[in-house]
């Protein structure tokens, strides 16, 4: 076992400066681009459903489950008290996971802590396989838990250092979008029932103060992690 934390703890070095822009671009394009996001947003989704899970026991609610769809919508089911702050806390924490998870990503590689992140996000994975109530999430965790479980068992330092910068990036860029599809959807009163429109129902603020916070967090998270991965000057030699 102490080899193994001895291991797990042993600061990896940082990928040249070229490789950690170049992962951004990457993440950025994969985001920006319809069908890629299409297909990678489950990712975002995973965070988003693990967020309101993880405040939902953290505020101590019953979690009954947590489903995740073929569409890349998710929803996690709880029981206890239909108002107070413990709802609050847990509606509000959806929107704001993947950012912070990524601006917590951002602190672990820049440190080189990279098997520490991939190690984190399987034993996370781990648990919401327990709370997963529909096939399909099974199936999606186990992808997702198998392709980390690879990267950090078969590929070489280097490779996991880039694709570790690369899975941040797309967390933090991956954070904002969201927010700005549920509010065209709001818009077009195609979601009365999202997050910020329950925040809306539970407090006196309204939704659109919900939207500009979760905005607020995901700007700030993706700043911050992009200083603390990039580093200046910049040196792309």
């Known amino acids: 076992m102490n080899e193994v934390w001895a291991h797990l703890t042993t600061a990896q070095q940082d990928p040249p400066t070229w490789a950690i822009l170049l992962s951004a671009l990457a993440a950025l ?56 702050p413990g709802m609050i806390l847990t509606a509000l924490a959806g929107y704001v996971a993947p950012s912070l998870l990524g601006l917590g990503g951002a ?47 078969f590929a070489t330092d280097e490779l996991q250092a880039v694709c570790a910068h690369a899975a941040v990036w797309f967390l933090l860029f991956g954070g904002v979008r969201p927010i700005f599809e549920l509010q065209r959807k709001r818009r077009g009163n195609r979601a009365p029932d999202s997050d910020a429109d329950q925040l809306a129902r539970l407090t006196f603020l309204p939704a659109g103060f919900y939207i500009f916070f979760f905005l607020l967090v995901a700007g700030a998270s993706l700043v911050a992690g992009t200083v603390l991965m990039v580093p200046w000057p910049l040196d792309l030699i």
């Not at 920006?32 to 990678?40: D, F, G, P, Q, V």
């Not at 489950?42 to 026991?57: D, F, K, P």
């Not at 953290?58 to 108002?83: M, W, Y």
């Not at 327990?130 to 950090?152: C, E, Y």
Request: aromatic fraction near 8%.
């Open 29 to 84: 394009g994969v985001v920006s681009y319809s069908t890629s996001w299409h297909i990678s947003r489950g990712l975002v989704t995973i965070a988003h459903e693990g967020g309101h899970a993880l405040m939902a026991v953290l505020t101590r609610r019953k979690l009954q489950g947590i489903r995740l769809h073929s569409d890349t919508s998710g929803v996690t089911l709880t029981r206890g008290k239909p108002t107070g």
């Open 107 to 153: 602190w672990l590689v820049s440190e080189g802590y990279v098997r520490i992140l991939l190690w984190l996000v399987l034993v996370l994975l781990a648990c919401m396989l327990l709370l997963i109530r529909n096939l399909f999430g099974v199936v999606s965790l186990l992808a997702t838990g198998g392709a980390v479980f690879a990267l950090s068992w």
